[in-house]
């Protein structure tokens, strides 16, 4: 399955590299990205395909402006 991160939406509360954090970090500007992505501080969505989600879900649960989705 993929799973998207609206970058634009993201607010940088780092929740999701907190609770899950072989997947997601912030960038310099504060924005989150998937680990090991090549996205720029422009980049607007990132995605990443995964098998299982795993840790996925409490970040997907515990993000306060719901820009983590599964597609
Ligand atoms: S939990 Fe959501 S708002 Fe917080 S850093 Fe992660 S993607 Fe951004």
Do not use: W
């Not at 799973?3 to 997601?24: D, K, T, V």
């Amino acid at each position: 399955m993929k799973i998207i991160i609206e970058r634009q939406r993201c607010i940088g509360c780092g929740s999701c590299s907190a609770l899950c954090p072989n997947y997601f970090e912030l960038d310099t500007l504060g924005h989150s990205h998937f680990k090991n992505s090549a996205v720029s501080e422009e980049t607007e969505t990132d995605e990443f395909e995964v098998e299982s989600l795993g840790c996925i879900q409490e970040a997907i649960d515990a993000c306060p402006v719901q820009c983590i989705k599964i597609v």
